[in-house]
C-alpha cells in the first residue's frame, strides 16, 4: 500500500498551495502531518473519508482545508495565507480513527516539502 503526496512548493508569506495525496484506500482515515527543521513531526488535519468529519491543529485551523474525493481516492489539504512557521515536510497518512499521533498512523507517503518565504 503506497500513499503519493504532491503540490508542495516555495510560496510567498500569504500565499495558497493545495496538497494532494493519493493511494489505496487502506483505513478510513487520512491525516496530514508535517516535520518543520529541527522539530518533531506535528499532526495537522484529518478527515474521515466515510463520514467527512475533520480535525484540524489549533494552528491551522481557519486556515487550512481538508477534504476528500471518495471517487478518486484523493484527499487534499487547502492551505491559505500561508506562513513562514508553515515551512516543514508534509506527509499524507492513513489510519483507522480520527487521532492525533503519528503512531496512530499505520501507512505513510514521501512527503512534499512546503517552503513560505518572508
Known amino acids: 500500500v503506497q500513499l503519493q503526496a504532491s503540490g508542495g512548493g516555495l510560496v510567498q508569506a500569504g500565499a495558497s498551495l493545495r496538497l494532494s495525496c493519493v493511494g489505496s484506500?487502506?483505513?478510513?482515515?487520512r491525516a496530514w502531518f508535517r516535520r518543520a527543521p529541527g522539530k518533531e513531526r506535528e499532526f495537522v488535519a484529518a478527515?474521515?473519508?466515510?463520514?467527512?468529519?475533520?480535525e484540524y491543529a489549533d494552528s491551522v485551523k481557519d486556515r487550512f482545508i481538508i477534504s476528500r474525493d471518495r471517487a478518486s481516492h484523493m484527499v487534499h489539504l487547502q492551505m491559505q495565507r500561508l506562513k513562514p512557521e508553515d515551512t516543514a515536510v508534509y506527509y499524507c497518512?492513513?489510519?483507522?480513527?480520527?487521532?492525533?499521533?503519528?503512531?496512530?498512523?499505520?501507512?505513510w507517503g514521501q512527503g512534499t516539502l512546503v517552503t513560505v518565504s518572508s
Open positions: 497518512a492513513a489510519g483507522d480513527y480520527l487521532r492525533f499521533q503519528p503512531s496512530d498512523y499505520g501507512t
Open positions: 484506500m487502506v483505513g478510513d482515515v
Open positions: 478527515i474521515s473519508t466515510s463520514g467527512g468529519a475533520t
